[in-house]
């Protein structure tokens, strides 16, 4: 009977934390772990990997290719839309578009998830290293 009830204690303890990593963070969440700080980041699809600076009041993110074919490249992009839900909406250089939303994985990485065009619904992007302050 104690085997039993261990086995279903740990059931259970593996489903919650399988459902944490699963729930997307909402705004107040992103915005304090992302606002006025630096970060690395990698796109699933291409491999091309990046440095991301979002600035303290979440309008405006520097991006700095480290690699792939924009590699030393820096581009600022502008924050167009942070919803309660914690879906954020970007623009990109040819005024396109694009949004996500973030799961925390609760190892120090962080999926991004398309919820526009060709890649909704798609794990996309990985973040890590979170720092302080602008660090490019």
């Not at 304090?32 to 309008?59: M, Q, R």
């Not at 996500?100 to 998830?113: A, E």
Request: proline share 1%; aromatic share 10%.
């Amino acid at each position: 009977m104690k085997k039993i009830i261990v086995s279903v204690a740990l059931i259970f303890l593996a489903a919650s934390s399988t459902t944490f990593a699963s729930d997307y963070m909402n705004q107040e969440q992103r915005e304090a772990k992302f606002c006025g700080k630096t970060f690395n980041g990698k796109n699933e699809i291409s491999g091309w990997t990046y440095k991301v600076h979002v600035d303290a009041s979440c309008k405006n993110k520097k991006i700095q290719y480290v690699t792939g074919k924009k590699a030393g490249k820096t581009f600022d992009r502008k924050i167009t839309k942070i919803d309660p839900n914690g879906e954020w909406c970007r623009l990109t250089n040819r005024g396109q578009q694009r949004c996500n939303k973030m799961k925390d994985m609760g190892d120090g990485t962080y999926q991004g998830t398309s919820t526009f065009g060709k890649w909704k619904g798609k794990h996309y992007v990985t973040l890590s290293k979170i720092v302080i302050d602008e660090q490019l």
